[in-house]
């Protein structure tokens, strides 16, 4: 489903498409009226991905059919083993996790995992992990420590569980715990931003030595909606929070909160998986070879002044 601003594109598809389908029943030659769409759409595709507002972004972070953490560890790496389950509550299936090979090395991968429809996304909660999911994170941290091997946070949520159920359990206190485990992690640490980054529930395991982010992603302390609600009493206004919330991957470049931005295909990553996967592959490889001389007590030392140098101003 064509999202708002994109209709005059996918209407033009349909009129392209429309013609194609008349001209091979027909026999009749359209080449020169095709010739002319197509190089309308192409045009007009460029006006619209190459001008897109903050929110528009936020939109595309949020497209049917863009890759979840699970289609990105099956497209960039091989012989993934997930792991399942805290040790002491459950299994949250909002946070997924294992052991993996990138071009043959060894790492530990963990992402939030949303579904795919309304079925699947009841059962990932739509990507909103419990206290568990942190906890089984840790776990995943705990094995990289022990083995030597690089960690990897892929992050796409709007936020931790917020419900009285995940409270009850320590939801506040098992992000703060999590976020103080990642941030002592002896191995490299890489956190991507794969579409949305929602506060302390994408801060959780977010405290790498580099934070990447795909072009169309966004990541801020509180989602455009809540934020609008917030100062306007109204989530209809979540447009022009999106604005002053700065929250766009070339934002976030700017002011030092993420450090390299990974290419979207055109139109956004749902319309072109495998070549996002390409983006997002070579941006890690070349992230992790720039940390992997560094020895323990570097990359805890980069990692703290990394965190320590944001939020710097001049009067």
């Known amino acids: ?28 030659d359209l080449s020169d009226e095709l010739s002319v769409l197509r190089e309308r759409l192409a045009q007009l595709k460029n006006d619209t991905f ?16 863009r890759p979840t953490s699970l289609d ?6 091989t012989g993934f083993v997930e792991l399942s389950g805290d040790r002491a509550y459950s299994d949250d299936a909002a946070v ?15 992402g939030h995992q949303k579904g795919r429809d309304t079925k699947e996304n009841i059962y990932r909660n739509f990507g909103m992990p419990h206290p568990e999911g942190y906890r089984k994170a840790m776990r995943m941290m ?29 939801q506040a206190w098992v992000i703060a715990q999590s976020i103080q485990r990642m941030a002592r992690l002896r ?29 169309n992603a966004w990541y801020s302390v509180i989602s455009p909606e809540s934020c609008a609600a917030i100062l306007w009493r109204d989530a209809k206004e979540a447009a022009k929070a999106a604005e002053a919330l700065k929250l766009s991957a070339f934002d976030l470049l700017e002011l030092g909160v993420v450090d390299r931005i990974i290419p979207e295909p055109g139109g956004g990553a749902h319309r072109d ?8 592959k070579q941006a890690l490889l070349e992230t992790l070879a ?5 020895p323990p007590e570097a990359l805890f030392e980069d990692r703290y002044r990394r965190f320590r140098g944001l939020g710097r101003f001049q009067e």
């Open 1 to 28: 489903m064509a999202l708002e601003f994109e209709k005059p594109i996918a209407d033009l598809e349909a009129k392209i498409a429309e013609l194609e389908g008349f001209a091979t029943k027909s026999g009749v």
């Open 50 to 65: 190459e001008n897109l507002t903050r929110w528009e972004r936020v939109q595309l972070a949020r497209a049917p059919g």
């Open 72 to 77: 990105v560890i099956g497209g960039i790496t």
């Open 96 to 110: 997924v996790g294992g052991l993996a090979y990138l071009e043959g090395e060894p790492i530990v991968i963990v």
């Open 142 to 170: 705990d094995l990289a420590d022990r083995f030597g091997r690089p960690f990897v946070a892929l992050i796409d949520t709007p936020g931790a569980y917020p419900g009285i159920s995940a409270e009850e359990r320590g």
């Open 187 to 215: 191995v490299p640490a890489v956190a991507i931003v794969l579409g949305e980054g929602g506060s302390g529930g994408a801060l959780a395991i977010g405290v790498g030595n580099r934070i990447l982010i795909l072009e």
């Open 273 to 280: 998986p495998k070549a996002t996967f390409v983006h997002i």
């Open 290 to 294: 720039e940390l992997k001389p560094l």
